[in-house]
C-alpha cells in the first residue's frame, strides 16, 4: 500500500465580507473568499493557473483601516480584516478602469465586458472623440494565430505563460513605454522569426480575444464563428504518452480550436503545439 503525504492541513482564517462572517483556508485571496460566498467581483487579469499580475485593478474591493484600495485577486485574506466589495468607492473605481479601458481598446470579445459596463454603468465615450485608442491592424504572420493587439489590455498574462511560470520560451515580452507599451516577441518582429514554440499556452490564458486561433479569426471575419452551436467533448491526446486532455470545441462537424482543462493534473490548461493545433487530419476527408 502506497502511503500518500497529504501535508499539513489548513487552518482556517475569519473574516468579515461584507458584513458577514466568512471562513476560508489560510492562504486564500479575497478573491476565493468572494467566490466561495457566490459574489460577483469582476476581474480580467486574474486566472486559475498563473500567479497574479494585480495588472487590470477592475478586482479592487475597501479593506478597513487600508488607505488604497485593495486588488482582490492578490490580497490574502487575513484574520479579523473587514472587507467590503460593493461600496461607492470601490464601484466608482471599476467603472472608471472599465472606461479607460473600452475608450482605448476593443472589447469586443472580452467574456462579461458588455455586462460590466452595464452595470457600473460605465460611458467609454465620455472621453470624446479624441481620446487616444490602440487601432493596429491585426497581425496574421502565420497559420495557427492571430495576434490583434487593438484588443490587448496589457495585462501581461501571456508574458507569464511564455515565461518562467509555464512555457520557460521568453519569446514574448513588453516593449515600448507608457501608452505605446505593446506585447511583442523580438525586436517586435514576424512571430516567425521569434523564440515561440507555438504552443499556444498564451492563447488559452488571453482574457480578450487579443490572441486568438486562425480557425476562430477566419470564422468571425465571415461571420460564422457561433459559441452557442459549439460543443465540446475532452478527450486524450494520442501524440505521446504524457496523456495530456484536450477540449475539442466543434462547430458543424468541424474542429474549431483545442482547449485544455484547467483542473487537469497533468497540462492544467497548457499543451503542445501538437494537442492544440495538430487536429487537420482528424477531418482530412480527401
Request: charged share 25%; net charge negative.
Amino acid at each position: 500500500m502506497t502511503a500518500i503525504p497529504l501535508g499539513v492541513p489548513r487552518r482556517l482564517v475569519e473574516f468579515t465580507l461584507d458584513g458577514q462572517e466568512a471562513r476560508v483556508p489560510e492562504g486564500s485571496t479575497i478573491l476565493d473568499a468572494c467566490r466561495a460566498a457566490g459574489k460577483d467581483v469582476p476581474t480580467l487579469c486574474q486566472g486559475d493557473t498563473l500567479t497574479p499580475k494585480n495588472a487590470c485593478r477592475v478586482c479592487v474591493v475597501e479593506v478597513e483601516g487600508a488607505r488604497t484600495l485593495a486588488p482582490a485577486c492578490s490580497r490574502r485574506a487575513e484574520q479579523g480584516m473587514v472587507v467590503r466589495t460593493d461600496t461607492e468607492r470601490a464601484r466608482h473605481s471599476r467603472k472608471v478602469v472599465l472606461e479607460l479601458l473600452a475608450s482605448s481598446v476593443d472589447l469586443s470579445t472580452t467574456p462579461s465586458a458588455a455586462q460590466w459596463i452595464k452595470e457600473y454603468e460605465a460611458k467609454p465615450d465620455r472621453f470624446g472623440p479624441d481620446a487616444a485608442r490602440v487601432d493596429e491592424e491585426p497581425r496574421v504572420d502565420n497559420d495557427l494565430y492571430v495576434r490583434e493587439y487593438g484588443k490587448c489590455i496589457l495585462c501581461y498574462k501571456c508574458v507569464d505563460a511564455c515565461g518562467d511560470q509555464w512555457q520557460n520560451s521568453f519569446a514574448i515580452s513588453v516593449a515600448g513605454r507608457g501608452f505605446d507599451a505593446r506585447i511583442a516577441v523580438e525586436h517586435d518582429g514576424p512571430l516567425t522569426d521569434s523564440a515561440c514554440v507555438y504552443c499556444g499556452n498564451c492563447i488559452e490564458v488571453c482574457p480578450t480575444g487579443a490572441l486568438s486561433f486562425k480557425s476562430e479569426f477566419d470564422m468571425r471575419a465571415a461571420g460564422t464563428w457561433d459559441e452557442e452551436r459549439q460543443s465540446a467533448t475532452t478527450t486524450v491526446c494520442a501524440y505521446c504518452g504524457v496523456g495530456c486532455n484536450l477540449t475539442l470545441h466543434v462547430q458543424d462537424n468541424e474542429i474549431v480550436k483545442v482547449t485544455s482543462p484547467h483542473d487537469n493534473p497533468v497540462t492544467h490548461g497548457n499543451l503542445c503545439i501538437k494537442g492544440r493545433f495538430g487536429y487537420q487530419h482528424v477531418q482530412n476527408r480527401d
